[in-house]
């Protein structure tokens, strides 16, 4: 049996929209284009690709906000739509990428963390409060800051608070879009270990979206690559990062620095723009900017091969 906690299966999502603003014709955004993945129970997959690939795009799907034109998601072996609401939000949470613009401002931390257990009534006025401030330790803040307002946190702080409500309702996937791209570089490990201890303590899965290869494969035991509504490549982080096989996965790797002399680039910086989600490039939709393109590459699109035990890729080099 599969300990898969979330399968998604050949997602796309399309959106209409008007070619400029006072043009009738209408033009189609391919934010999905067959995305297939898969979270087990306790594990972190990585979902790493440049703005606008369509990351944003599937967590809305995989949280039901968002219906997929084709393709499933099931959670616990179940679809989405199959799930009742008010249960699924209990069972997949969201950590945004701003800790400044996602608290209530006018809210203090008390109501921000236990909203979730209100509505859900998840125990007494007394109870509540005493769960709030166990969460509050937990994040490694205070009691005290229960009756505080966001507004008197820094940035690290507030992203505490963000976990501490994220897992107030015992989820069993967490959701993390760019989790610590807003904040200090200083500040960035601090939120990254306490998600890792978080994550030991109440056996979660993390769905962990970043632009940013480096944090994404330190923190994931899988990383998928995404690219124009696409994965191109996915493995384990250490198999993808010793053995990249896609020419994006090294353009990413690449653009990471090391600090060593001696190292050797797989390849050249990435040059051109990402080709517009509007109209993509037929064929494989990286082919405009990849070193190793061959005329197959712009025809049709690679099928999904398994190049080692869950390494897998989409190119025609292989
Ligand atoms: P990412 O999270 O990787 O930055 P998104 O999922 O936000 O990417 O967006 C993928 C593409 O879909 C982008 O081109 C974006 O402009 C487009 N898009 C996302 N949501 C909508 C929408 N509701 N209507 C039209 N286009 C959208």
Redesign the pocket.
Known sequence: MNNFLLEISDLHRH?P?STGPFSLSKAT?K?LSGVTLYVRKGETLGLV?E???????LARLVTGLESPDRGTVRFSGKEIPLWDRSELSKKIQMVFQDPYSSLNPRQKVHNVISEGMRIHKMGSTSEIRKRVEELLEQVGLRPEHAERYPHEFSGGQRQRIAVARAIALNPDLVICDEPVSALDVSVQAQVLNLLKTIQAEFELSYLFISHDLAIVSHVSDRVAVMYLGRIMESSASQSLYSNPLHPYTRTLLDAIPVPDPEYEYHSSPLTGDTPS?ISPPEGCPFHPRCPHAMKICSETFPHWKEMEPEHFVSCHLY
């Open positions: 959106y929209v955004v934010a690709g703005s606008g690939c369509g990351k944003s795009t989600p």
